[in-house]
T-cell receptor, first 111, second 117 residues
Framework: DVKVTQSSRYLVKRTGEKVFLECVQD?????MFWYRQDPGLGLRLIYF???????EKGDIPEGYSVSREKKERFSLILESASTNQTSMYLC??????????FGPGTRLTVL | AQKVTQAQTEISVVEKEDVTLDCVYE???????LFWYKQPPSGELVFLIR??????QNEISGRYSWNFQKSTSSFNFTITASQVVDSAVYFC??????????????FGTGTQLKVEL
């Protein structure tokens, strides 16, 4: 079975802190994705990567950056967390053109 | 730009009723994929089905069935004889190839299904 893991299920941070969300997949997928999920808005794509060291902006990249140094790992970085970044963050991976497999999510609260 | 519309925000049914979740999409691509995902209260999205734009055959898997109609740009999902365990948020999604390689998904806003005894 494909497994996508995320470093934390719940995280509480303070405004201005630098936040790292880690995602690891074990199926050698080329593509990895970061979404945030907010009530009434569905899933919105923040960033994605289709290869190591490659990254592409999604629909809402502002305030975020990413890093993909190894194929299996894709990190989302909040350089200076703000309260409007309180959300559920979901990581996913896939082979090209195929279904995405999701991690369990990280619920981030920024105080 | 691609768009996926799930007009039903919330549906409540009584157990054993049939229920259909609607999904309408917009795309300029001639080749694309459509997906349905389930998100139970635990929060993890579970893949249900992928449909290629060239394959308009309906699909049935147990109590689940999907109706893909290219003419109306719809990909509807029906649960027959619903059960309490079907209570979840269901998302429809559309794939899009992006410059430089890879695919990304555009999700609808989801339909919350509540199945009551």
């Amino acid at each position: 079975d494909v497994k996508v893991t995320q470093s934390s299920r719940y995280l509480v941070k303070r405004t201005g802190e630098k936040v790292f969300l880690e995602c690891v997949q074990d199926m050698d997928h080329e593509n990895m994705f970061w979404y945030r999920q907010d009530p009434g808005l569905g899933l919105r794509l923040i960033y994605f990567s289709y290869d190591v060291k490659m990254k592409e902006k999604g629909d809402i990249p502002e305030g975020y950056s990413v890093s993909r140094e190894k194929k299996e790992r894709f990190s989302l970085i909040l350089e200076s967390a703000s309260t409007n970044q309180t959300s559920m963050y979901l990581c996913a991976s896939s082979f090209e053109g195929h279904e995405q497999f999701f991690g369990p999510g990280t619920r981030l609260t920024v105080l | 730009a691609q768009k996926v519309t799930q007009a039903q925000t919330e549906i409540s049914v009584v157990e054993k009723e049939d229920v259909t979740l609607d999904c309408v999409y917009e795309t300029r691509d001639t080749t694309y994929y459509l997906f349905w995902y389930k998100q139970p209260p635990s929060g993890e999205l579970v893949f249900l089905i992928r449909r290629n734009s060239f394959d308009e055959q309906n699909e049935i898997s147990g109590r689940y069935s999907w109706n893909f109609q290219k003419s109306t740009s719809s990909f509807n999902f029906t649960i027959t004889a619903s059960q309490v365990v079907d209570s979840a948020v269901y998302f429809c999604a559309l794939s899009e190839r992006v410059t430089g390689g890879g695919n990304k998904l555009t999700f609808g806003t989801g339909t919350q299904l509540k199945v009551e005894l």
